[in-house]
């Protein structure tokens, strides 16, 4: 089992930056690959950016490439999202995932994840 709590959202103008954390609970951290995905009002979830259980192979969305960097600290149990250049169309709510796996492959689809955090509303202003 692997409880995830999100924090670091928030409201900030279109050009800012935040950074988001999720802190993971559970003996099965460091063997899981992680994601960021988000969700806004009337549309589907949409993967943002994964890594595996090493914080290797980072995959991102095509919409965040080049703005967001997905980190993991297995030493601190912690995932993290460091999104930059942000944009009104990144409003979401956005949540961690986690998938324990061994492969060293990160993965973007959602249905593959067990663990789910409850999300953190980020807002940007235009």
């Known amino acids: 089992q692997v409880q995830l709590v999100e924090s670091g959202g928030g409201l900030v103008q279109a050009g800012g930056s935040l950074r988001l954390s999720c802190a993971a609970s559970g003996r099965t951290f460091s063997s899981s690959a992680m994601a960021w995905f988000r969700q806004a009002p009337g549309k589907e979830r949409e993967f943002v950016a994964g890594?595996?259980?090493?914080?290797?192979?980072?995959k991102y969305g095509d919409s965040v490439k080049g703005r967001f960097t997905i980190s993991k600290d297995n030493a601190k149990n912690t995932l993290n999202l460091q999104m930059n250049s942000l944009k009104p169309e990144d409003t979401a709510v956005y949540h961690c995932a986690a998938r324990p796996s061994q492969s060293v492959l990160a993965t973007m689809t959602s249905p593959a994840y067990d663990f789910w955090g409850q999300g953190t509303q980020v807002t940007v202003s235009s």
């Open positions: 890594l595996n259980r090493l914080g290797g192979n980072t």
